[in-house]
């Protein structure tokens, strides 16, 4: 049998290739996993109650949940055997937002994780009409419990419903809305079936080097995001034993305890583990601290399949011995695979870890797409740092005139949900327009040059593409987030978060001691430290691309302050307002 609806993964699973460990989470500080039969017998559960609940095929019923968990995925599988709908909604959006897209879905049931999401859902609950009930995963006093849903689906009374629903529901038809954040406007409702992501899951998963039974995944990167919640589905599908992590201030913590084979990433999570590292470097001293540099220098040249010639592989065995072994140990000691996504991946990154022997690809898709349209895989000379990998099995690309990505395939979502005009503007025919900025080489890598909304142009109408200026420029160890403005202007600059942690040593060492991103953005030397590291990174564009000023932000652009989507990307539109004096400061 190959699954061809979302919930036939877990029966998939236990079928071929059965685990003790399908699913493991942490509840008051000990580890408590459910076996593949477990996980789909409690499904099973939830689907009898959901029918008594009167949930009928279309459905909406809504999940937050602040952490990866067991439970999310369980009623996940439970509520799509019945042809109903997943909702699933950012932790950390605002209260409006929650109440916007509870309303737009028509949600009937909300499921929340936590204390805190409670009570952003309770305090707009009257003001969604559908909303019956909520329930939480967590006990939380007042609210009701998600295991009442498995006491009431214990009774078999519901299972000939049940299996008659499940039977009803149809590959091409609705399995998820996914609200997109965006970086302007009001959220998205991308429309993706089962077949959307099944088909994904399949031919992505023909990508990913997983032994079947054998490997262990960390979790923790948002389920509610597309890309984490297809690499789930992905790890049902080849029996991988998922860990979920308790937060994202755990991962350290967590990787040692688990020892992962496998996990996902994002680029600005690997940039932050990547500077962490290096700035022990400076802590050692004479040889070591010698030795250490000239092996992450040797990483830093990283080439697949031997391509530096035999000298270079020698020096590599060495480095990889003696220093670039200890940055596996630090994240586990068994970690083999790391997939990148959401955001363009500095190449440095993709070298380093893999030099390390931590093979790290990058891959490429939108929530539109489900999300997977290319991804690099080290076997069969489908690895090239600096590209987002070979298109994957089933789907087209074709570069427009303009060098927008174009897709088409089983992938491409059904539309955004009650916007058909707006669904109209992204499709030509049968293709998707990504919005992004692309090439495909002679050997059919994909390569992304910038955000097509993103890019502008300057009064002297040159054009400018600012997401790769920022890549290049956040390699230094000053900059935690830059954002390059200068639409309309005579010339690009940025304004830039330096990096907390190291500002504040290097000052430190200057004898200048901050207590704050405020304190320390206001001192003239960071300054000009930084336009150096500006200026070094200005060399590698042309002269009109190059940024001619800076201005510091004095705090931390964040998620919860809106800076950043909940994948981290740049929200510009945002990011622009907020600094709008800083920016017209450098025009002044």
């Not at 919930?7 to 509840?27: D, G, S």
Request: proline letters at 3%; a negative charge.
């Amino acid at each position: 049998m190959t699954p061809t609806r979302l919930f036939e993964f877990i029966e998939y699973q236990k079928e071929h290739a059965p685990l003790e460990k399908a699913f493991t989470t942490k509840y008051n500080g000990t580890w408590e996993s459910v076996s593949s039969t477990e996980f789909l017998n409690q499904s099973r559960a939830i689907s009898r109650a959901l029918v008594g609940m009167g949930i009928k095929a279309g459905d909406k019923i809504a999940m937050i949940s602040s952490n990866n968990r067991t439970e999310w995925s369980i009623m996940d599988v439970g509520l799509l055997t019945l042809g109903a709908v997943n909702i699933p909604i950012y932790p950390t959006i605002s209260a409006t937002d929650y109440e916007y897209i509870l309303n737009h879905s028509e949600s009937l049931y909300c499921f929340v994780s936590d204390q805190e999401v409670y009570d952003k859902v309770k305090a707009i609950q009257k003001n969604v009409e559908s909303l019956k009930k909520i329930y939480s995963f967590d006990q939380i006093k007042g609210c009701a419990h998600w295991s009442e849903l498995l006491d009431e689906g214990a009774n078999t009374d519901h299972d000939n419903t049940v299996a008659q629903m499940r039977d009803r529901v149809k590959p091409e038809e609705l399995a998820t809305i996914i609200y997109t954040s965006g970086t302007t406007g009001v959220p998205k409702g991308v429309m993706l079936s089962h077949d959307n992501v099944v088909s994904n899951v399949i031919s992505s998963s023909k990508r990913l080097p997983l032994t079947i039974g054998e490997a262990t995944a960390l979790s923790f990167l948002p389920i509610c995001h597309i890309f984490e919640r297809v690499i789930l589905y992905i790890y049902m599908y080849n029996s991988v034993s998922v860990y979920f992590a308790e937060s994202i201030d755990t991962i350290g913590d967590n990787l040692k305890e688990i020892k992962p084979n496998v996990m996902t990433a994002v680029p600005r999570l690997l940039e932050k583990v990547y500077d962490k590292i290096y700035a022990r470097g400076a802590e050692l001293s004479g040889i070591k601290k010698s030795l250490f540099y000239w092996a992450v220098d040797i990483g830093l040249q990283y080439e697949p399949y031997g391509q530096n010639g035999a000298w270079y592989e020698f020096k590599l065995k060495i480095a990889r011995k003696l220093i670039l072994s200890k940055w596996q140990e630090a994240l586990g000691g068994n970690l083999e695979l790391i997939a990148s996504g959401s955001a363009a991946l500095q190449p440095r990154l993709a070298r380093v870890f893999t030099a390390a022997g931590m093979t790290l690809v990058e891959g490429y898709g939108l929530t539109e797409t489900s999300p997977v349209i290319s991804v690099n895989d080290m076997r069969q000379d489908q690895f090239k740092i600096d590209t987002v990998g070979k298109v994957i099995d089933g789907v087209e690309v074709k570069i427009a005139e303009d060098g927008e990505i174009l897709c088409k395939g089983p992938n491409v979502m059904m539309g955004y949900y009650k916007e058909e005009k707006m669904t109209q503007e992204v499709m030509t025919g049968e293709f998707f327009h990504t919005g992004d900025i692309g090439e495909l080489d002679s050997e059919g890598f994909l390569k992304i040059t910038d955000r097509k909304k993103e890019m502008f142009k300057t009064s002297g109408g040159k054009y400018i593409a600012p997401q790769v200026i920022e890549n290049q420029m956040k390699q230094s160890l000053f900059i935690e987030q830059i954002m390059v403005v200068g639409s309309g202007r005579k010339m690009p600059t940025a304004v830039i978060q330096p990096n907390v942690d190291h500002v504040t040593q290097w000052l430190k060492e200057k004898g200048i001691v901050c207590d704050s991103l405020a304190q320390a953005a206001q001192e003239p030397l960071l300054k000009e430290a930084i336009e150096k590291e500006v200026e070094h990174y200005n060399q590698y564009f042309g002269s009109w691309e190059q940024v001619k000023k800076i201005e510091l932000t004095p705090e931390e652009w964040s998620i919860d302050e809106g800076h950043l989507t909940p994948t981290m990307k740049l929200k510009r539109k945002v990011v622009a307002e907020k600094y709008d004096a800083l920016i017209e400061q450098m025009y002044s």
